[in-house]
């Protein structure tokens, strides 16, 4: 059964001719049988070709609407046989089989190059200055990229006429092919060359070593690259020169994460500074440290900022800003797994004390002061009268004041090693 051709080419019967030929064009390129070795694409190929001849006609596809196929392989019709499928259409197809592209006298730009770059922490914050070396193409500085000896005559080429390609028609089942390649006699310069340059043998161009200064700027992070426009490979025939891009690595800091233009820090403290407060040393990138107030009751997981003392932002367009983000002061609080005596016995007055509403602890009972002398056999022994306390009784201290008092006595403890 006949195919559709509108399908084939999967237009709509109301397409303009410039639609018809972009399909056929991606169709033509997607089934060609020297880029799809798949089955049945040659056979593709070949309804679209046919396809496309019918509806590229305005009179045959006036006819093919008004009767089908019949329309148009009725009636004395030759049909496709001896179709040049190429036809009018080499521009496209040389891309993809050797012609068709730029010649070699037209310029052309240089290539990229990559190079890599260690950082510190600091630097990459701050941004900094980095000489680094590079290997690029360079014109050869002995003909200055000329290709031929200094002193010495460059002629055309004859075999090209100075186009640096030569076509060839190459037929097959499916028609005339015109294969253009670069000329062999000139290597596609276009010129010929009696006596090459004795440094870069006629190709003008040479590999070099070069120390470049980079400018890091400020903020970048692990991953980015920094581009630096003109600082690749030459270009060809006065075309310019590719870029540099820089991939930066960073290294990791002793005290401090980066999360964008955040620095995460994690301040330790132990369980009496979290209940009664404290004061924290912050340290900085810059190297001074910052005072930070934490509040009595503070909880393991809280987080404090200081302002304005990390990473500077970036803008969209990769360059620094003023701002800066911040340091986020993550709060972790040391349980100690191991206490002296003191240490313990204020634990666990400080336990009585949370578990009974504030109240102090009982005080352990005295022991007796045993007598040395021993008292005479006829002498008679009378019972000892209480001797009152002279030291005043104290006065039962308030809640708050009881817990407080413990806490410090803690803290002292636990911040001077259970001295």
Partial sequence: MPVDYYETLGVDRGANEEEIRRAFRRKAMEFHPDRNKTPGAEDRFKEINEAYQVLSDQEKRTRYDR??????????????????????????????????????????SGEDISQRVNLTFEEAVFGCDKDIEINRVEPCHHCSGAGNEPGTSVSTCRTCNGSGQVRRAQRSVFGQFAVTTPCSS?????????????????R??????????VTIPAGVDNGMQVRITGEGDAGANGGPP????VQVRVREHPLFVRDE??????????????????TKQIPTL???????????????????????????????????????????????VDIPSKLNKYQRKLVEDLAYSLANNGKRPPAPPRKKR????????????????AT????????????????????????????????
Avoid at 288 to 300: F, K, M, N, Y
Wanted: charged share 30%; hydrophobic share 25%.
């Fill in 67 to 108: 009767f089908g196929h019949a329309g148009v392989n009725g009636g004395g019709e030759r049909g496709f046989d001896g179709f040049d499928p190429f036809n009018g259409f080499g521009d496209i197809f040389d891309t993809f089989f050797g012609g068709g592209g730029r010649t070699a006298s037209q310029p052309r």
């Fill in 186 to 202: 000139c290597n596609g310069s276009g010129r010929s060359i009696e006596t090459p340059c004795s440094n870069c043998r006629a």
């Fill in 204 to 213: 003008g161009y040479e590999r070099r070593r070069r120390t470049r200064t």
């Fill in 242 to 245: 590719g870029n540099l891009y």
């Fill in 261 to 278: 233009s955040d620095l995460l820090y994690r301040a330790s403290l132990n369980m009496a500074e979290a209940a009664l407060g404290t």
């Fill in 286 to 332: 810059e190297g001074d440290d910052v005072d930070l107030e934490i509040p009595p009751g503070t909880q393991a997981g809280s987080e404090f900022r200081v302002r304005a003392r990390g990473v500077p932002r970036i803008r969209r367009d990769g360059r620094p800003t003023d701002r800066r983000g911040d340091i986020r002061v993550l709060v972790d």
């Fill in 370 to 385: 045993a007598s040395n002398r021993k008292p005479a056999e006829n002498e008679a022994t009378e019972p000892e009268e």
């Fill in 388 to 419: 009152p306390d002279p030291s005043p009784e104290p006065q039962e201290p308030q809640p708050d004041d009881k817990q407080r008092g413990l806490f410090d006595r803690i803290k002292d403890t636990l911040t001077s090693g259970g001295e």
